[in-house]
């Protein structure tokens, strides 16, 4: 490898000046903003390595690798500085020479000379600072100093610092920091005089590994490099010494950004190394005036630099030399793997400034974007009517502005429209039957919810998988994981690794399964609001309020809803599930007591009450609440819902489906009855019931609430009064309820 090395630093000096040529300016900008655009693509991917050099920490006022030199220079004799050899070729021996003059013990003058050039107490500068806000999968420095790890972001935290071979042996980490060149706190560690380079491999040999390993899958963005700096080109050789090796085609590509424009010969010198310059000359005034940079940023290159970086981190500025549309399709188009894309995975791709969703209005606070997305949603093929519709968003709406009423794009096919009516309508055996020629997912879906073995549904949706698709990938393993009971700790693993964490649109996935704190917390807050407008002595005066508290509320319960359903996920029975609605089923409730403000129950309002609460906390909290009745949208509906039930009850004896039944009873009874609906809630609910508790003893203390109010709630005909009659007095029955207040009066009853 000596011999390797001389010979590629030979090649590296050969090259003495960089001639400058005239360029076709807008060809120039589209580069930038394709390496922009390739970045961000590969940071989303975790993907991106930044290589930073000493023109970044020059801005902190430490001295480029070349003014190094010439200070090192300074402490040589005056008859080798009255030679002026300051050019490539003897860059790296001036150090060299230093160090061999040195005749202290252990070269400790020749150290201690580095130490006073390169060591500083000078603060992190605003670029040290972006760096980590752009969160590249690793850092790479070819600077000494200690700049990088004193910036105050706080994703410094991700980072462990690895300044030799001995720190990868004992840190691990998805995400390090590695001073390639050593550290000033330890002189010896540093790489500066030509041995050093050409003995790199042999002494460096487990960080020059783990930086080649990037090689395979990563993007790296080259910042404070000038085009002859021996870093870069050693950099730059390896890639281009291993492509040729192994012949490797199509690569990511890595970008050097620079403000000194490259003749059209280097530019093709290194594109044959799968590098682009990019030449911050070419931003345009926009991007400078809109920046927002720092003071402290004085030189041009600095400044010009922190505005290109900035690009990368924020949508809004980059957007204004960007097509909104082509933008949108890029970030969106992932999204649409999804049978149903959350809100939240929707406003994560793209910046589109403060908003919120109510009901099925996004509400944008930013007039300016609101204006720019209209002529976006007139055309109906690009990516972003499509992404809106299967996340549920109807209308655009900003203050002052005409509403954007999206286009009315189908989300779902009329095979999985006939499985979710089935599925609303409670009925099973409908479902059975169309699932038969259903998809595998939906066929692991609603399978698992009929009892059905779902292990040739789950072979079927993984051999139709695309492999390259992330997103589908995601879901089918978490229906596997559902339906198979696999280990909770396996799925947390999962989607605790770091290429999960940081691929786009899979934010609220990852959510159901690992924490849904911040969701609830903020539907607890909506909740608490809603009850105190709703304490106030006229509520009616709050209407509008009251409404748009609740649409937020609304908006995330039917979005969780219908990205269960649609994306296939078997959440029914889930604790994750009735933790993350029972918030919303709350404020449901509490708004019923509101007059001015109430709104009508469809069949998903209904679905969400009866499926994903507890009949007991549903009954504590209509204690709580006091609704004036449940508006149904269709009161016949919800009775013709609770009937099909009932008869699905009694063909599949499946005791889950008892919880529903109760809550339906409860929400159909806080409406007054007449006596020919009560009987009719008996006449079904009662031999449903009955013909699990023949089967399922161990559920009746559950059920038992729902029992009691359909023998005792009114007065007729009671079904199977017998067999009820018989099977409560069983002393096994007698010790699971004779606990229950109402179960003396239900004998009683039954006796009659």
């Known amino acids: 490898m000596r011999g390797f090395g001389r010979v590629f630093l030979m090649r590296v000096f050969s090259c003495r000046r960089i001639i400058k040529a005239a360029t076709n300016k807008e060809g120039d900008r589209m580069d930038w903003i394709h390496s922009v655009r390739a970045i961000q693509r590969a940071q989303a991917k975790n993907q991106l390595v930044i290589f930073v050099g000493s023109g970044v920490s020059a801005n902190s006022g430490l001295p480029t690798w070349k003014q190094m030199i010439r200070q090192i220079a300074q402490k040589l004799p005056a008859d080798f500085n009255s030679d002026a050899p300051f050019n490539p070729e003897v860059y790296l021996r001036i150090p060299e020479y230093l160090y061999e003059q040195d005749t202290s013990p252990d070269h400790v003058d020749y150290y201690r000379t580095i130490t006073e050039i390169l060591a500083s107490d000078a603060p992190a500068n605003p670029i040290d600072e972006l760096i980590f806000e752009i969160r590249p999968h690793h850092i790479v420095t070819t600077n000494v100093d200690d700049l990088l790890e004193r910036a105050q972001s706080l994703n410094t935290r991700l980072y462990?610092?690895?300044?030799?071979?001995?720190?990868?042996?004992?840190?691990?980490?998805?995400?390090?920091?590695?001073?390639?060149?050593?550290?000033?706190?330890?002189?010896?560690?540093?790489?500066?005089?030509?041995?050093?380079?050409l003995d790199y491999e042999q002494n460096h040999p487990l960080v020059s590994t783990f930086i080649r390993s990037l090689l395979i899958n990563h993007t790296f963005l080259f910042i404070g490099y000038s085009l002859n700096d021996y870093n870069l080109n050693l950099i730059l050789n390896w890639i281009n010494f291993f492509r040729k090796q192994h012949q490797v085609k199509g690569r990511p590509q890595n970008f050097l950004v620079q403000t000194k424009t490259p003749s059209r010969y280097e530019v093709r010198r290194l594109a044959s190394r799968n590098l682009s310059v990019v030449d911050l000359n070419t931003l345009p005034d926009v991007i400078l005036g809109r920046a927002p940079i720092p003071p402290s940023l004085t030189a041009a290159f600095g400044r010009r630099l922190y505005a290109y970086l900035r690009c990368i981190t924020d949508d809004r500025l980059f957007q204004h030399v960007l097509s909104l549309a082509d933008t949108l399709d890029e970030r969106l188009t992932p999204l649409l793997t999804y049978g149903r894309i959350a809100a939240d995975d929707l406003l994560n791709a793209f910046d589109f400034g403060p908003s919120e969703v109510v009901y099925t209005t996004l509400i944008l606070k930013d007039p300016e974007m609101f204006r720019r997305l209209r002529p976006v949603f007139a055309d109906r093929r690009a990516a972003a009517p499509a992404a809106f519709a299967k996340a549920g968003i109807q209308t655009l709406a900003c203050a002052g502005e005409t509403p954007i009423t999206l286009p009315d794009l189908p989300a779902r096919s009329d095979e999985e429209t006939i499985l979710l009516r089935d599925y609303l309508g409670n009925r099973y055996l409908d479902l059975q039957d169309d699932l038969e020629t259903a998809s595998p997912a939906a066929q692991i879906d609603y399978g698992h919810l009929l009892g059905h073995d779902p292990a040739a549904a789950v072979a079927a949706d993984a051999e139709a998988l695309d492999p390259s698709d992330t997103i589908a990938w995601l879901l089918h393993t978490l229906r596997a994981h559902l339906v198979e009971r696999r280990s909770a700790a396996d799925l947390s693993r999962l989607f605790s690794a770091e290429w999960v964490r940081t691929q786009p649109g899979t934010g609220f996935l990852r959510q159901l399964f690992q924490s849904t704190a911040t969701d609830q917390f903020?539907?607890?807050?909506?909740?608490?609001?809603?009850?105190?407008?709703?304490?106030?002595?006229?509520?009616?005066?709050?209407?509008?309020?009251?409404?748009?508290?609740?649409?937020?509320?609304?908006?995330?319960?039917?979005?969780?809803?219908?990205?269960?359903?649609?994306?296939?996920?078997?959440?029914?029975?889930?604790?994750?599930?009735?933790?993350?609605?029972?918030?919303?089923?709350?404020?449901?409730?509490?708004?019923?007591?509101?007059?001015?403000?109430?709104?009508?129950?469809?069949?998903?309002?209904?679905?969400?009450?009866?499926?994903?609460?507890?009949?007991?906390?549903?009954?504590?909290?209509?204690?709580?609440?006091?609704?004036?009745?449940?508006?149904?949208?269709?009161?016949?509906?919800?009775?013709?819902?609770?009937?099909?039930?009932?008869?699905?009850?009694?063909?599949?004896?499946?005791?889950?489906?008892?919880?529903?039944?109760?809550?339906?009873?409860?929400?159909i009874s806080a409406n007054p009855l007449s006596l020919g609906e009560a009987q009719r809630l008996r006449e079904a609910g009662l031999p449903a019931v009955l013909s699990v508790l023949i089967r399922h003893p161990e559920r009746a203390a559950g059920v038992f609430p729902t029992v009691a109010r359909l023998i005792c709630g009114q007065p007729g005909k009671i079904p199977n009064k017998g067999r009820w009659l018989a099977l409560l007095t069983q002393t096994d029955f007698e010790k699971r309820l004779g606990k229950f207040p109402e179960y003396a009066a239900v004998i009683d009853t039954l006796k009659s």
């Open 160 to 197: 462990a610092v690895v300044s030799q071979d001995a720190d990868l042996l004992s840190v691990s980490s998805d995400r390090y920091l590695i001073k390639m060149h050593g550290d000033i706190k330890d002189p010896r560690t540093v790489v500066v005089k030509e041995s050093d380079y």
């Open 522 to 667: 903020a539907m607890m807050t909506d909740r608490d609001r809603l009850e105190d407008r709703l304490r106030a002595a006229h509520p009616e005066d709050d209407a509008r309020v009251i409404r748009h508290i609740y649409g937020r509320l609304s908006a995330r319960a039917r979005g969780y809803w219908f990205f269960i359903r649609d994306n296939h996920l078997p959440f029914d029975a889930s604790t994750n599930a009735q933790a993350y609605l029972k918030y919303a089923i709350q404020g449901m409730l509490c708004l019923a007591g509101s007059p001015g403000a109430a709104r009508s129950w469809d069949d998903v309002d209904v679905d969400i009450v009866t499926k994903f609460a507890k009949p007991r906390e549903l009954t504590r909290w209509f204690a709580r609440y006091r609704p004036k009745g449940i508006p149904f949208a269709d009161r016949g509906r919800a009775f013709a819902i609770f009937d099909n039930l009932c008869a699905s009850v009694m063909a599949f004896r499946d005791p889950r489906w008892l919880d529903p039944l109760s809550n339906l009873v409860t929400l």
